[in-house]
Every structure is written in C-alpha cells, then in structure tokens.
C-alpha cells in the first residue's frame, strides 16, 4: 500500500490535460480471488493476493518516431531519410561536419557544421573510427509478440535464470506479459552483442532460449513456435567501463558527452539515450549544449502536448481496402516510404503485429512499385526484405512478387 501511494503521489499531475478517457487511475490492493480473476495465468498455491496499478502502452511506436520527426520539422528543423553518416569531416582537432552517403543512390556528399551532434547510441566509434573512444559493449534486447494469452492485464512472472546465465539483466528478474495490440508481448529478453558485429539480429538460438525461459517461468503455458507472430528486437548499451555497476548490466542513465573534455575533439557531442521515458529530457539537455558551444541561447522548450496522437489513425481499429490504400500512397508520397518493410512495418503498422496477410502485401507492393518504377528484381527483392524482417520465424510463404 505505501508503494502505491508514493507511486499515486509522485504522479500527482499525471492526468494533466489528458483527453477524456485517457486518466491513469490509482493503484490499489487485490485479494487472492480478484488477482487469480484478474489473471487466470497466475492462479497458484503461493499467490495471496496482488496490487493493481496503471501506466501507459505504446501501441505503435514506429508512428511515435514519425510523430517526433514532424514535430521537429513543424519547429523548424529539417530531417533526411535514408542519409548515412559515413564519417566526420576534420579540421585539424576540430569537427566540421560529416561526411555522408544517399543510401538510396550512392551518391556522396558533406555536410558542414559548426557543432555536431550525434545521436547514435552506442555506435560513435564507427564515426570517430581509430581516432576516438571504443563503442561501449551493447545488449540484444528483444520482446516476444504471441498469440493472446493472460486476459486484458498485464502481469509479470519471476525468470528462473541466475546470473550466469543472464549477465546483463540479472538473477530472478520479472518477465513481462503485457496485451498488445489484440496479441501479447513478452519480454524483455537481453544478449550480449558486440558493437562491432554490425546490426544485431535474432537467431534460430536466440528464439528457443527464449521460448524455455518463458516455460520455466510459467510451465503451464506450454509456449511454442506456433505461438510467436513476430520478434521485436533492438539494441541497448550497457555499462562497460562507462557507469558504475556490473559491467555486463544495462546502461541505467542517458549521457551526453562533450568530445573536446573527453577526447581533445572539438565541435563534437554524442548522446547516448537509455529510454523513451527520459529521452525528451536528455534531447533538451544536448541542444542546450549544442547552443551553448555556438554562444547562442538555446530556445524556449516547447510544452509537451499529451495529445500530440489524437489526429493518427488507430491502430486498433480495423480498415478496409480503400482506406488502406489511401494511407499506404501517403506514407509513399508524404512520409519517405521507400521499401515495402517501411511501408508494412513502419508506416501504416499491419504488420507490427505479425505477418499480414497475402492481399495487404500485394497492394502494398503494387503501390510501392508504381510509386517508384520498379521491376520484376525489384519486387522480388521487397518481397525477400520483409520476410527477412521476421526471421527466424518462417513468414511469407504465401506472399508473391506478382501480387
């Protein structure tokens, strides 16, 4: 009870400006019955009863990005896709740009600047190649999205890993089962990966770990391949050398980091982000410091509207061919769509969930084909893309480069 109420009191604002149905409610105490009602799953002999609060859920963050992107664009900055920083331009021990590559073309080209920030995570020492600090160690981390299972409420259940078996997260953490857009999410699961492997990806390994982490966890369930509709997966940094704890841990705090103090680099920050929840924060703190280098006041911070979403499409509500159609030509005319992953898996959101169906891909497909000329290499290469984009499962089989 006193954790709920610090929890309800730390919150106090929380519902501030939230459109009507939106309130996060208070926490309260759950007797044996109501828990085992509220989460059948959790129905066993040591379960005396439980505490019941409430928190927000992403269902599409993908179009959160894309929000975050229009938002900064409507405060007047400009934004590429598909750009890649190759490099940095250098000047003696100072930075004055980077050099960059269209991924759609080839085509090289620079971009100069007085300050740069970069904000990629764990990756700067590819930037900064052997004239820098290492890449900090990174973590696999990856979510489970199953069939429905566990009722309307998300629950979490005790790992059974130790810590060798588990280094980063560690000995009895929680795995967490939380409905998700009409299936249930479960996770997070994390893997030591090296920063120089390139893009992490999930194996065939990766998928069974899991599936018998999970079935010790909660025997009952009997958890199969058959289950899993899709792998959400990403990178985290972890602590290395860079924070105090376990080296092998997740990095706990956002950091941004002046390369003249740390590395004799001038005109250089990195940030490096941790979570969506203290990323707004550490965002204003980079641009102060961006500012601050070029003497400058930094801008007033913007007011965070908590109804920034209310005019996006819902991703819960089911659509029919035409609307499809005129959302999938938009993201392709008016959201930078070039492939048919972004189109399925970034853009309109049907396939987030799991693989969508023979008919969705194919008028995807064909828009993305008109849109951009493409050839019959072409679409059989899209087609491979997407399938690649949920393996280890086998996805796709029915779809066709031909529609």
Known sequence: RTALSITDAVGFDRNRDLPNGRAIPPGRILSREEVVRTAPLLDAPGITGGALWHDGLAVDTERLTLLLLKAAVAGGATVANRVEATGLLREGDRVAGIEARDATDGSRFAIRARVVLAATGGRIGRLLRHDGPADPPMALAMNLITRAIGGEVAFGVRSPRDLASDPIAGPRRFLFFVPWRGCTMIGTFYRPVEASDGPSRVTEAHLDEMLAEVNEALPRLGLSRRDVLRIHHGSLPRKGPFERGRPEALLQHGRVVDHSATDGIEGLLTLVGVKYTTARLLAAQAVDRVFAKLDRTPPRRPRVDPRIDCEEPDPLVEIDGATLENRLRHAIRAEMARTLPDLVLRRTGIGSAGPPDREAVALALRLLAEERDLDDDA?????????????????????????
């Open 379 to 403: 679409r059989f290469a899209e087609i491979e893309a997407l399938r690649d984009a949920y393996r280890p499962l086998d996805a796709g089989a029915e779809w066709s480069p031909g529609g």
